[in-house]
């Protein structure tokens, strides 16, 4: 009867756990800010699998924590085996189907969101990017500008447009991530790695190289900068022909530079 | 001393690697004349010399103390030597410094070889977080940084975790199946030689020109290919911790085959012969492809291959695929093991039968096979092919499912036992929480666009060590302590024990768990600076990884004053029914004064009169083929 008792404590505890757990997987901030469709579409996936994840975690430590206070030894008790049971045919059963189609169903949904994420748009632009070691460095064909092709070491994206980069490396490789668009691929050296983003926030975004790329990895940023259409094809305007010191060969060094003398 | 310049040793060996300098810097020679560097200052290339150094002098090292003796011996067709075993066992402690055949005592050589670089990994991984623990730089430049985790992880991987398992199933497997020994046992003394020799190898690259190895352990092309001279260090060290793994994977293989005792059938073995043998079967299969992987990297950098090299056709996506090949399947090569030690382990001290014994045996075979199903899923931003990311997103999903039977066969195990929680049982639940974390963020990862944020931050440099540490140190720590009594004929002391279990969670886990925090905010790994906004959060990783390291000193001290003077150990320390148990501690030089009959299953605690093995005259054969669980021993 105690231990029916202790049970339902335990139990109690657990969903109480689990509730709690769940409270603060929202109140957490987890993520940079959302600047693109993908990133809600990633968030609301994360917080699926934190909320599916967090009920079996809780299971499994409080089973643990339930055995270490009912069964642990008690003194008198050190010669004592327990009952040998084992196994249950049913029970294994269950704990191999359960979680296998609550996997199945995981990965399904994301599925979806990945789908969602990269799907052709109606209308996008398309911007190429070029990685170096150790600067980015962006690329606007005739198609966006409506005249001559602007280069530049800053990304100007219009809010609300579809982008598709194409990613190009001079070099070794590279990763092209911006963390507020939870998006980033390889920019490997002899292939064209392409993805899809649609930025929704005006602001600006830091990008990240993400892929060990030498002695200026760590420094070689750049930023994104979410505008309105207008304001985008401004830009575009005054930056008409633009290309950046010895085109997309050359680049900035300067991470270079503050690297080897860090 | 004539005489010592020839016997094998270390004297040998000595001038055996001057030897293999001189033939480095001939052949080189050689090489570079007949191919028209006709100067003088051409006739001699460093770079050159080094390079085959480092594959002629090691090689002849081992020659040098006498990992080939008796083939050579052998193969010139002499005529044969008695074997009167002088090689064997361990009378003083010199006997731990020469080529041994002793399975027990090469247990022990590699347990503490491993223990030596998990305190060299461990204190390289102090300095990184010493310099993490503000932005900016602190004392180290951006070189030094990459070549600190390079080493630390490239250390702790195959100088640590892989070999520290093979050397606890060096001791114990041999004793489990009721073997004298390995099935080869020169074979295992050569390849326990060939771990010192990669490790300081690996080690010895902070004194190459240019520095250390610093692409990380997983040595991407093409950084790697036109890396400093530091990146041959990683990629012979490879080979030599490569072809270590293999030979002693091969020898469990045979041993496990062949020469378990009279009436151990395959469902008799304990979980850790099971699981060394599903390990294995791993390290067999996928080890040569990472020596392919390196060996290409050493081609293409020395010798100008261009594998690698896009703008002469080479794939730079197909180094990954090689690559992680096999270094996906190593991530179940450095866990299996640890899941039969905690089988080991929680069946003895909640003095219960394994729940579900034969799908825990079936699950690792499981992950055998679904292991070498997922490897692409560390490239999912890679730019490979975007269908091939869909089947490995579902292999990987689903290889949680036998990991999963593992967990919850464990905790039914603790289920109504008696538990003892003593140090060993304490790693074992500690493992089973941090483990449990580790799985689940590995879940997480197989959902693509989740991973596709997170791939190279730190949110896996959180998963990897929720993984690594969490899940295999922590069984490492439980089976050390569970064999120290066999190992040793010594007992540790138990307070210092628990002090050592609860310093290591608690500091593990504020180390490593805000690093998932830091990581989906958007810090990148691999990086010796970080943005202001992640200042606070590494600050209090840093301090907590130091109490991490320091309690680390707390086991040192232990095992080191508990193996000089601890209390003697019985050979039954925890009453354990599987048959190391049943030989004296340590055990004798042939292990079993008498051969053992095994007539039952190895957990079969709480059952009235069960025995796993007795050392009576062979019993009939009705009992003996009686199949596991409830067979009787016809005596005692």
């Known amino acids: 009867m105690a231990r029916q008792r202790q049970l339902i404590y335990a139990i109690v505890a657990a969903v109480v756990a689990i509730a709690v757990g769940v409270a603060l997987s929202y109140v957490i901030h987890w993520f940079p800010v959302q600047a693109s ?21 809780v299971l499994v430590v409080t089973v643990v924590l339930y055995c270490a206070w009912q069964f642990r030894m008690k003194p008198g008790e050190e010669l004592k085996d327990g009952p040998p049971i084992h196994g249950n045919t049913r029970l294994e059963v269950v704990w191999t189907t359960i979680p296998a189609v609550i996997l199945l169903a995981l ?5 979806v969101v990945l789908h969602d994420n990269e799907k052709k748009p109606a209308r996008e632009i398309h911007v190429g990017v070029t990685g170096q070691q150790f600067a980015w460095s962006f690329q606007y064909p005739p198609s966006v500008t409506h005249g001559k092709p602007v280069e530049s070491h800053q990304l100007y994206l219009p809010e609300g447009e579809s982008v598709q980069f194409a990613l190009h490396s001079k070099d070794v490789i590279h990763a092209f991530w911006i963390p507020a668009f939870r998006l980033q691929e390889d920019v490997v050296p002899g292939i064209t790695v392409k993805y899809r983003a649609t930025p929704d926030r005006l602001g600006t975004y830091p990008i990240v190289c993400n892929l060990l790329c030498g002695l200026g990895h760590s420094l070689m940023r750049a930023t994104v900068h979410v505008v309105p259409q207008a304001q985008f094809q401004q830009w575009l305007k005054s930056h ?23 | 001393m004539a005489a010592r310049l020839r016997a094998p040793g270390f004297y040998r060996a000595a001038w055996m690697m001057a030897l293999g300098v001189a033939f480095a810097t001939g052949l080189t020679w050689v090489v570079r004349m007949s191919t028209g560097h006709s100067t003088f200052r051409h006739f001699i290339d460093g770079e050159a010399i080094l390079t085959v150094s480092l594959i002629a002098v090691p090689l002849l090292f081992l020659v040098g103390i006498g990992g080939f003796d008796y083939w050579f011996y052998w193969a010139a067709g002499k005529k044969t030597r008695a074997e009167d075993h002088s090689g064997h066992g361990a009378h003083t402690w010199k006997d731990y410094f020469r080529i041994n055949t002793d399975h027990k005592v090469i247990g022990v050589q590699y347990t503490v070889t491993s223990f030596f670089f998990l305190f060299v990994g461990g204190l390289i991984a102090m300095l990184m977080r010493a310099e993490l623990a503000a932005p900016g730089a602190q004392f180290v430049d951006a070189n030094t940084y990459n070549g600190l985790f390079s080493v630390h992880a490239s250390l702790l991987i195959f100088l640590f975790v892989i070999p520290v398992f093979a050397g606890l199933g060096n001791f114990v497997i041999p004793l489990m199946i009721g073997a004298p020994d390995m099935a080869f046992p020169r074979l295992n003394a050569l390849s ?6 990669a490790g300081l190898m690996m080690l010895g690259s902070f004194f190459a020109p240019g520095g250390a190895f610093a692409d990380g352990w997983t040595a991407y092309a093409p950084l790697s290919t036109n890396a400093p001279i530091g990146q041959t260090f990683f990629s012979l060290g490879v080979q030599f911790a490569g072809a270590s793994s293999i030979m002693t994977a091969l020898n469990f293989l045979v041993t496990i085959i062949t020469m378990r005792a009279p009436g151990m059938s395959f469902f008799r073995m304990p979980l850790l012969v099971w699981a060394n043998f599903a390990t294995s079967l791993l390290v067999v299969i996928a080890t040569p492809f990472i020596a392919a992987s390196q060996f290409f990297v050493l081609l293409d950098r020395a010798l100008g291959f261009n594998f690698f090299n896009a703008a002469k056709g080479g794939d730079v996506l197909m180094y990954q695929h090689v690559f992680w090949f096999y270094s996906h399947p190593a991530v179940y090569i450095m866990m299996l093991p640890g899941f039969g030690i905690i089988s080991e382990v929680i069946a003895v001290k909640s003095r219960k039968p394994i729940f579900g014994y034969r799908m825990m045996a079936f699950s690792l075979l499981a992950i055998v096979g679904l292991g070498f199903t997922v490897w692409a899923h560390h490239m999912f931003t890679s ?9 490995m997103a579902i292999t990987t999903a689903i290889i949680a499912v036998p990991t999963g039977i593992k967990i919850f066969s464990w905790l039914a195990t603790l289920w109504r036992g008696v ?13 089973l929480t941090t483990f449990t974390l580790g799985g689940i963020s590995g879940v997480m990862l197989a959902m693509i666009p989740f991973d596709i944020h997170v791939s190279a931050t730190y949110f896996i440099v959180a998963h990897i060590h929720y993984v690594l540490f969490g899940g295999s140190l922590m069984t490492i720590f439980a089976g050390v302590y569970y064999w120290f009594p066999k190992m040793t004929g010594r007992m540790y002391d138990e307070r210092l024990g628990k002090w050592h279990f609860w310093t290591t969670f608690v500091f593990f886990n504020l180390t490593f768990g805000p690093m998932h925090i830091i990581g989906l905010q958007g810090m990148p790994r691999r990086v010796e600076d970080y943005a202001s906004k992640f200042a606070d959060l590494n600050l209090f990783i840093s301090i907590a990884s130091f109490a991490l390291g320091l309690s680390t000193l707390v086991f040192l001290y232990n095992v080191v004053t508990s193996w000089r003077g601890g209390p003697v150990a019985q050979s039954n320390p925890w009453r354990g029914m599987t048959l190391e148990w049943q030989v004296s501690s340590p055990p004798p030089v042939f292990n079993f004064d008498k051969v053992p009959t095994v007539v039952g299953g190895p957990y079969e605690y709480g059952v009235p009169g069960a025995v796993h093995g007795t050392f009576a005259p062979t019993p009939t054969p009705a009992t003996v083929g009686a199949g596991s669980g409830l067979a009787r021993a016809p005596s005692e």
């Open chain 1, 107 to 111: 990965v399904s949904y994301s599925f």
């Open chain 2, 383 to 391: 730019g490979m092919a975007s269908w091939i990311r869909i089947p």
């Open chain 1, 240 to 262: 008409a022909g633009a290309t950046v010191p010895g085109g997309a060969g050359a680049g900035s060094t300067a991470g270079t530079t503050s690297a080897t003398a860090g």
């Open chain 2, 192 to 197: 326990y030689w060939l771990l010192p020799v």
């Open chain 2, 419 to 431: 538990l003892h929680l003593d140090t060993p049982m304490l790693f074992a639940l500690g493992f």
């Open chain 1, 37 to 57: 469709t993908q990133a809600h579409n990633t968030d609301r996936l994360y917080h699926v699998l934190v909320d599916a994840s967090i009920p079996i975690f």
